[in-house]
């Protein structure tokens, strides 16, 4: 089961903030962030386990609401380099061999 | 370090051809992931691997097959290429040592146009 991100697509101006939102109908062991620029690979930033363990970038921060199954990445005080697809992959048990299923990303565009 | 390589950066296949997709890491990594992503899409897993000689299907591994014989390398083969098939390919590795948190490193990815 694919999770579902919100939004699909966002465009702020430098300095903005930004919420980007992941939910899954199965129950959640972690929760993986990367970011694709347009034509290149995905790229880490954080991994949230189960138990609030975080694993990451400096200068973004994320949330992980086992109950809710949500995850929520925090784009604070955004640059230009934060342009580009956002996508969140899970992990949905322990005993998985830990692959990810990824939604289908939104999109960030920061204007200055 | 290289990373993760993968060869050929673009190809275009007749349908009902087949191809071998290369990748190779130098990281040491034990677990090894080949994706698809479709365009506006998100990545779908084909195939993964544990570590060498051990495989498994991951969400969409239909028409695809692999081999992993070292550490290093996970090729993709398509067999009878077909329209659908058309995407970019993304391979991916981590290092996995125990049930702790892992980051996945992916290649540079080949894009693949089957007419």
């Known amino acids: 089961q694919q999770p579902v991100q919100s939004p699909q697509a966002v465009i702020l101006r430098e300095g903005e903030d930004a919420v980007i939102n992941c939910s899954s109908s199965k129950a959640l062991y972690s929760v993986h962030w990367y970011r694709q620029k347009h034509g290149e690979a995905p790229v880490f930033l954080m991994i949230l386990l189960k138990g609030g363990e975080q694993k990451g970038h400096e200068k973004i921060s994320a949330s992980f609401n086992e109950k809710k199954q949500q995850s929520s990445l925090y784009l604070t005080a955004s640059q230009l380099s934060y342009s580009g697809t956002y996508f969140c992959g899970t992990e949905f048990s322990s005993g998985s061999a830990r692959q990810l299923t990824f939604g289908s990303g939104t999109q960030l565009t920061v204007l200055p | 370090n290289a990373g993760v390589t993968q060869t050929p950066k673009f190809r275009i296949l007749k349908i009902g051809q087949s191809m071998t997709l290369q990748c190779t890491q130098d990281m040491n990594h034990n677990y090894m992931y080949w994706y698809r992503q479709d365009p506006g899409m998100g990545l779908k897993l084909i195939y993964y691997?544990?570590?060498?000689?051990?495989?498994d299907k991951g969400e969409v591994p239909n028409g695809y097959n692999v081999s992993r014989s070292t550490t290093e390398d996970f090729p993709l083969r398509l067999e009878l290429a077909a329209p659908s098939q058309t995407s970019v390919y993304f391979c991916?590795?981590?290092?996995?040592?125990?049930?702790?948190?892992?980051?996945?490193?992916f290649g540079p990815g080949t894009r693949l146009t089957v007419t």
């Open positions: 991916a590795s981590s290092y996995s040592p125990d049930r702790g948190p892992y980051e996945q490193y």
């Open positions: 691997s544990v570590g060498a000689g051990i495989t």
